[in-house]
C-alpha cells in the first residue's frame, strides 16, 4: 500500500511561484509519480509526470512554466510552479504507479492518490 501526502499549496498573485510536495509512504521509491489538477465544475487533468525511469511530460498548458523533480532519498516529487497564472487555480492531486510502459498522462493508469492541496492564483 502505497500512502502520498501533499502539500505547498496556498494562495498566490498572479506572476508568483508555489513548490508542492508529495510525500511517499513507500519502502522503495520505485513508482512513476504525477501530477493532477482539478479546478470547480472542471474535469481532472493531467498537469506532470516523472517515471520510473526518470523520464518526464508536461500539458502542454504548463510546459516552460513548471518543473516536476523527485528525491528518491527523500521519497519526495516535487512540482515547482512559476509564473502561476488564474487559470492553474485548482485542487492539485500526486498519484502513484507501479506500471511500466504506460501512459503517464492518463489517471486510470495510476493506483494510488493523495488527497490533493489547494493552489488558488489571483489576478
Known amino acids: 500500500q502505497v500512502q502520498l501526502v501533499e502539500s505547498g499549496g496556498g494562495s498566490v498573485q498572479a506572476g508568483g511561484s508555489l513548490r508542492l510536495s508529495c510525500a511517499a509512504s513507500?519502502?522503495?521509491?520505485?513508482?512513476?509519480v504525477g501530477w493532477f489538477r482539478q479546478a470547480p465544475g472542471k474535469e481532472r487533468e493531467f498537469v506532470a509526470a516523472?517515471?520510473?525511469?526518470?523520464?518526464?511530460f508536461y500539458a502542454d498548458s504548463v510546459k516552460g512554466r513548471f518543473t516536476i523533480s523527485r528525491d528518491n532519498a527523500k521519497k519526495t516529487v516535487y512540482l515547482q510552479m512559476s509564473s502561476l497564472k488564474p487559470e492553474d487555480t485548482a485542487v492539485y492531486h500526486c498519484?502513484?504507479?507501479?506500471?511500466?510502459?504506460?501512459?503517464?498522462?492518463?489517471?486510470?493508469?495510476?493506483?494510488?492518490w493523495g488527497q490533493g492541496t489547494q493552489v488558488t492564483v489571483s489576478s
Open positions: 498519484a502513484a504507479t507501479y506500471a511500466r510502459y504506460a501512459n503517464y498522462g492518463q489517471g486510470s493508469t495510476y493506483d494510488y
Open positions: 513507500i519502502r522503495t521509491f520505485s513508482t512513476s
Open positions: 516523472h517515471n520510473w525511469r526518470d523520464t518526464t
